[in-house]
């Protein structure tokens, strides 16, 4: 037998033959735009396999195994986001001299993406309406929506670092999404000013969380400027239907509650099905916020009082910069 090598271990010959232009005579960018979805799967697929192995992290208690694994599918997101870059060299004209031939083919129709929004919790049986029975890959998607999710597992992990989880989470309808609980965001948050260690595990999680927001938007800003108002090849509405989907399906739900904890106001009410705007405050903000912790409260005055000081010496302010101006005017 002769030796393995480099392309026999991957089978890049294989590999390199599944990129096939579908236009005649071939345009230019149709191949960018195979290689960055086919890339695009690649990705999914192992954001998948890295959420598996997180749910087993989760319901064995592995703290730093889940860290890992976070810290990894982060760096994924950031890859994610970074095609874009590359898929945007491409024109609108560009796109349209090939976007006829993909007929009916949509990224709409990515089951490894479903399957991660539903490993995630957020799970609608209204997405298998459009999954024909014949998609490959459909009877995966099938099986997702009754399994555990990776909040599912959190529920594990948190009890195992002394949490207590309403009974009804954990014997929910798998079917569902997973949405918000009270009870368990004022968890979360005494495990994240008692325990340093599982407080990097909750930022790991929100970075992830954030980077597939950050994914979906620029997604749909790229479609915004690739083909307008029109509708997906697929079918769908196009960006109205994107846009709906720019929201955090994982840990913003708690991570708003956490910030605003910190300072003991009033928490937000959870919205429906646990989803918030993304990009309210960035991520340094949500640093110094954690960082400021212990000097809250004296901030809170520093910055009232500051308030109160400008209102009385505003008119001040504005009587000496008149009576500068005309003096200006009257040199000149």
């Known amino acids: 037998?002769?030796?393995?090598?480099?392309?026999?271990?991957?089978?890049?010959?294989?590999?390199?033959?599944?990129?096939?232009?579908?236009?005649?005579?071939?345009?230019?960018?149709?191949?960018?735009?195979?290689?960055?979805?086919?890339?695009?799967?690649l990705w999914f697929k192992q954001l998948l396999h890295e959420l598996e192995k997180i749910k087993r992290d989760f319901s064995a208690g592995d703290l730093f195994g889940a860290i890992h694994s976070f810290k990894r599918t982060r760096t994924i997101m950031k890859v994610l986001v970074a095609q874009v870059d590359i898929l945007e060299t491409m024109t609108p004209s560009s796109f349209s001299s090939f976007r006829d031939r993909l007929e009916t083919a949509s990224g709409f129709q990515s089951i490894q993406f479903r399957e991660i929004e539903f490993v995630l919790g957020y799970k609608r049986e209204s997405t298998l309406k459009y999954v024909k029975p014949d998609f490959p890959g459909a009877d995966r998607l099938q099986q997702r929506l009754k399994e555990r999710t990776v909040i599912d597992h959190f529920y594990d992990f948190l009890e195992k670092h002394g949490a207590k989880i309403p009974a009804e989470l954990k014997n929910r309808d798998l079917t569902q999404p997973n949405g918000p609980n009270e009870r368990v965001q004022q968890e979360i948050l005494e495990l994240?000013?008692?325990?340093?260690?599982?407080?990097?595990?909750?930022?790991?999680?929100?970075d992830f969380d954030e980077g597939l927001q950050e994914w979906r938007y620029r997604h749909i800003k790229l479609v915004e400027r690739t083909i307008g108002a029109k509708h997906g090849t697929g079918g769908s509405p196009g960006v109205p239907f994107l846009s709906g989907l720019v929201a955090g399906v994982f840990l913003w739900v708690y991570r708003f509650n956490l910030a605003l904890g910190i300072f003991n106001l009033i928490p937000l009410p959870p919205l429906d099905g646990g989803h918030f705007l993304p990009y309210l405050l960035p991520r340094r903000a949500w640093r110094l916020l954690r960082e400021l912790e212990r000097y809250g409260p004296l901030l809170l005055v520093v910055t009232l009082l500051s308030g109160a000081a400008g209102f009385v010496l505003d008119p001040v302010f504005r009587w000496v910069s008149g009576i500068y101006v005309a003096f200006v005017r009257i040199l000149l």
């Open 1 to 41: 037998m002769p030796p393995l090598t480099y392309a026999d271990y991957l089978d890049l010959e294989k590999l390199l033959t599944l990129q096939r232009p579908r236009s005649t005579p071939p345009e230019h960018d149709e191949m960018l735009f195979i290689i960055i979805h086919q890339t695009y799967e």
């Open 192 to 206: 994240y000013k008692s325990s340093p260690e599982v407080s990097i595990l909750f930022e790991l999680m929100t």
